[in-house]
């Protein structure tokens, strides 16, 4: 298996622009997690998925953030419209179960908005 | 609400002396804890778990936790550190929603 695939690896883009991020999990995963990690806040759980269903989203910052999960091996990350504060390194993990599982991360996208 | 503590935030070892790198916990109930490593570039990689059972816990790359309750530590340990080794490692214990809830990391050096 290629491991959980994140695009674009890096995106720069200006204030107020549109910021889709991508994610494939792990095939046969059910659970898909966004975090957001920067040096102030460090790792930040962002919402997840069961079976394409989300769960909690109320790690999500504000409305500007919205994500999607069509189908079993696909979800966005949308920020719309999106500020300088929104840099930082967001990653996507999926499992096979929740608590007990263990998770597999992405290399990670990271943003910068200027 | 469960949280963990990662008391350092860099730990600095010369190569092939022990390392330890030091967790806490608080959790109500049975805690379900986790060690998981970052290289540079990279997410975060799965090293170990602890559910129940023995103590000792080993893991990925020669890494070994142990779970101690009376303390409520859950300390990464290897016996003799390689510079590979040097990378940012992150304890995590299961909330009580089943989330999975990341300390602020320890970055850990290895000095050839």
């Known amino acids: 298996d290629a491991g959980v695939i994140q695009s674009p690896r890096h995106e720069v883009t200006e204030m107020g622009q549109e910021v889709t991020l991508r994610c494939k999990p792990i095939?046969?995963?059910?659970?898909l997690f966004w975090y957001r990690q920067t040096m102030m806040r460090g790792l930040e759980l962002l919402i997840y998925f069961n079976n394409n269903v989300p769960i909690d989203d109320s790690g999500m910052p504000e409305d500007r953030f919205s994500a999607k999960m069509p189908n079993a091996s696909f979800s966005t990350l949308k920020i719309q419209p999106s500020e300088p504060r929104d840099s930082a390194v967001y990653f996507c993990?999926?499992?096979?179960?929740?608590?007990?599982?263990?998770?597999?991360f992405g290399p990670g996208t990271r943003l910068t908005v200027t | 609400a469960q949280s963990v503590a990662q008391p350092e935030d860099q730990v600095n070892v010369a190569e092939g002396n022990p390392l330890t790198v030091k967790c806490t916990y608080s959790?109500?109930?049975?805690?379900?804890l986790f060690w998981y490593v970052q290289y540079p570039n990279r997410g975060l990689q799965f090293l170990l778990k602890y559910i129940t059972g023995d103590n000792l816990v080993k893991g990925s790359y020669g890494f070994e936790a142990e779970f101690n309750k009376s303390q409520t530590s859950f300390h990464l340990k290897k016996p003799s550190a390689l510079v590979s080794d040097s990378a940012l490692y992150f304890c995590a214990v299961r909330d009580e929603d089943d989330k999975i809830i990341f300390g602020k990391g320890t970055r850990l050096h290895i000095l050839p």
């Open positions: 993990a999926s499992s096979l179960g929740r608590g007990y599982g263990e998770q597999y």
């Open positions: 095939s046969g995963h059910d659970y």
């Open positions: 959790v109500s109930g049975n805690p379900y």
